[in-house]
C-alpha cells in the first residue's frame, strides 16, 4: 500500500477502542461479574459513549460479554451440530438464570435478550444451511419469545435508554406483525442516539422488501431520518440508512436520490472526519460499483466520487474497515469485528480500488491529445 502512497495501518483508533471494550465485556462475563458489567453498561449507555467511529460502547461490551457463548452458538449451527440436547443451550440457560436474579436492572435484561435472540439465530441459520429454512423456525421464535419475555417489564414508551431500545429493535426480527412496530421503535432509538449511525444502517436494512418495508418505504424513511438529524449529521442519515442495504438489495438504486445520497456522503465525512470515515465510505462506494444496480449515470457519479475521495482525502489504508464492509449490519445490537483472517481480503479489496483510481489518474495524465485529420 505504501507503494500507492496509502501506508497501510493495522492499528487504528476505532479497531484499538472495539477491541479493548470487547475483551473487556468478555472478561467480565468470564468473571460472572454481572453487577460491575451492568454498572458499566449503565454507564456508557448514560453518557452515549461512542467508539471514535460513532459505534455504541455499551453495545460493543454487550458483544464482548456474550461472545463466548454466541461464537460456539455459531460453530454448532455452522457444522450442523446444532440440537436441543446441545451442553452450549445449557450455559444460556445459567446465564439466563444468573441474570434473571437481578430484577429491576434493564441492562441485565437487555444482555439476557440479546443472548437468546444470538441462539435464535443460530437455529434459523442452520437451517438455512441445509437447504430447509423451515427446518429450525420454531426453535427461532422460542428464542426471540424468550428475549422479549426478558425485556416485558421495561415500557419502551418511557425508554430512555439507546442501549435497551437498540435491544428492542434487534427484537424485530422475530416479530410476526413489525411492520406495524418498525418506523416507531427506530425512530425512538434514533431520537436517543442520533450521533450512532449503526442505528440508521440497521434500519435502512429492515425497511427492505425482505424484511419490513419496501423501497418506497425505504427512500420514505431516509429522508424522514435526514429532516431529524440535520443538526447533526446534515443530509448524512439519508446515506447512512441507504449504504448497507444498497448492498444487501441492487433494486434500491432505483429509488435512490443519487444527488441527496451524494450530498449525504459528503457531509458524513464533514460531520465525522477522519481516515476510518474515508476508508468506510471508499470501501461502501467500491462495493456499490460492482453491483448490477446503478444506471450509467448513476455509476458515473459514484465513480467520481470514490475516485476523488481516494485521490484527495484517504490518505490512509485501514484494511480492517475494508473487511468490515463485507460483513455489514444484520441487526442492531450486533457489533462486528473483522477477524484476523479477513484482514488480506480487505488488504486486496483495498489494493484494487486504490491502484484503479490512481492508474485511471496516471493514464489522463499523459493522454495526449487526437491529431486534426
Given at each position: ?19 479493548s471494550?470487547?475483551r473487556?465485556g ?7 461479574a ?9 454507564e456508557k449507555d ?14 460493543v ?9 454466541s461464537?460456539?452458538?455459531?460453530a454448532a ?38 443472548a ?5 439465530w443460530a437455529?434459523?441459520k442452520?437451517?438455512w444451511q ?13 428464542s426471540f419469545?424468550r428475549?422479549r419475555e ?21 427484537l ?13 421503535s ?8 442520533p450521533?450512532?449511525p449503526g ?5 435502512g ?17 431516509a429522508?424522514?431520518?435526514a429532516?431529524?438529524t ?8 439519508y ?11 441492487p ?5 435512490l436520490?443519487?444527488?441527496?445520497f ?7 465525512l464533514?460531520?465525522?472526519p477522519?481516515?476510518?470515515?474515508a ?9 456499490m460499483l ?5 444506471d ?33 449490519y444484520?441487526t ?13 481480503h480487505?488488504m ?6 486504490i491502484?484503479?483510481v ?5 493514464l ?5 491529445p487526437?491529431p486534426?485529420?
Open positions: 500500500m505504501a507503494a500507492l502512497g496509502r501506508p497501510l495501518r493495522h492499528v487504528t483508533p476505532e479497531r484499538t477502542a472495539c477491541e471494550l470487547f473487556q468478555r472478561d467480565l462475563a468470564r468473571q460472572e454481572w453487577d460491575r458489567l451492568s454498572a458499566l453498561l449503565a448514560r453518557a452515549g459513549a461512542v467508539t471514535p467511529a460513532g459505534t455504541s460502547e455499551a453495545e461490551l454487550a458483544s464482548g460479554a456474550r461472545s463466548d457463548l461464537l460456539a452458538l455459531r449451527s455452522q457444522s450442523g451440530a446444532l440440537a436441543a440436547s446441545n451442553p452450549m443451550l445449557d450455559g444460556l440457560e445459567s446465564l439466563d438464570e444468573a441474570l434473571r436474579e437481578r430484577v429491576g436492572d434493564r441492562y441485565c435484561a437487555a444482555l439476557i435478550a440479546l437468546h435472540m444470538d441462539a435464535g437455529w434459523y442452520q437451517g441445509r437447504g430447509r429454512p423451515e427446518q429450525h423456525i420454531d426453535r427461532f421464535r422460542a419469545d428475549a426478558a425485556l416485558d417489564w421495561y415500557s419502551p414508551l418511557t425508554c430512555d435508554s439507546a442501549f435497551v431500545a437498540s435491544t428492542r429493535c434487534a424485530l426480527a422475530g416479530q410476526p406483525d413489525a411492520e406495524s412496530a418498525v418506523t416507531q427506530y425512530d425512538r432509538l434514533i431520537a436517543l442516539a450521533h450512532m442505528h440508521m444502517r440497521a434500519y436494512l429492515h425497511l427492505l422488501p425482505c424484511w419490513f418495508g419496501s423501497h418506497a418505504v425505504l427512500d420514505l424513511q429522508r424522514r431520518t429532516s431529524t440535520t443538526e447533526t449529521w446534515g443530509a448524512g442519515a446515506a447512512w440508512v441507504y449504504i448497507d442495504a444498497l448492498l444487501l438489495d433494486e434500491c438504486f432505483g429509488t436520490d443519487a444527488r441527496f451524494l450530498a449525504g456522503i459528503d457531509d458524513i464533514k460531520h465525522a477522519g481516515q476510518h470515515t476508508n468506510m465510505i471508499a470501501a461502501y462506494l467500491s462495493r460492482a453491483q448490477p444496480g446503478p450509467r449515470a448513476l455509476r458515473r457519479a459514484l465513480t467520481a466520487r470514490r475516485d476523488r475521495l481516494i485521490r484527495k482525502e484517504m490518505t490512509e489504508t485501514h484494511a480492517w474497515v475494508w473487511s468490515i464492509a463485507d460483513i455489514a444484520a442492531p445490537g450486533s457489533v462486528h469485528l473483522a477477524a484476523e483472517d479477513t484482514a488480506d480487505g486486496m479489496q483495498a489494493w484494487d480500488a491502484s484503479s490512481l492508474t485511471r489518474e496516471r489522463s495524465r499523459g493522454a495526449t487526437r486534426a485529420g
